[in-house]
């Protein structure tokens, strides 16, 4: 049994994610907003993003972008090795960055331009066998 009130909630958004990801959807990009939004609440995130990888060019696009400034950044594409969602692609691992402004591999350009500031950043390598596809985000931690 679960002690905590902060545990049974976890737990109720994962199984939110299970059910969403197991219901029908016919559009492939509504199905990937509802697990971003899931993934989102999960974190405690402001705002979240999906970057796919277009193999043509080898750079990160916004396939999804939610929160205050979402349809603004989606104008945007980040390269292989730029800002932490391009860290994250080179590198094929996860990262936390607690401290945005003061980390170096930050990419503040994006986030100047449409006006929010990112103070925390979680990001996630998406994979599909073992292949990059893409990079999932979450910024800013509500409450820090």
């Given amino acids: 049994m679960l002690r905590f009130t902060a545990d049974r909630e976890k737990l109720e958004a994962l199984f939110d994610i299970y059910t969403r990801i197991n219901s ?39 396939e999804i972008a939610l929160g205050p400034k979402g349809p603004s950044v989606k104008q945007y ?3 292989m090795g730029e800002g932490i969602a391009g860290w994250v692609a080179e590198k094929n691992t996860s990262l936390i960055v607690n401290d945005a402004q003061h980390d170096a591999r930050v990419f503040p350009d994006i986030a100047q331009k449409i006006g929010f500031p990112t ?3 979680l990001a996630v390598p998406m994979r599909v066998k073992d292949k990059l596809v893409g990079v999932i985000e979450i910024l ?5």
Avoid: C, H
């Fill in 77 to 79: 594409s980040v390269n």
């Fill in 24 to 62: 029908t959807y016919g559009d492939i990009n509504e199905l990937l907003t509802r697990i971003i939004e899931s993934a989102t609440e999960l974190t405690e995130g402001e705002a979240s993003s999906l970057m796919l990888v277009n193999p043509e060019n080898n750079k990160l696009y916004f």
């Fill in 119 to 121: 103070t925390s950043i």
């Fill in 140 to 144: 800013n931690k509500k409450g820090g």
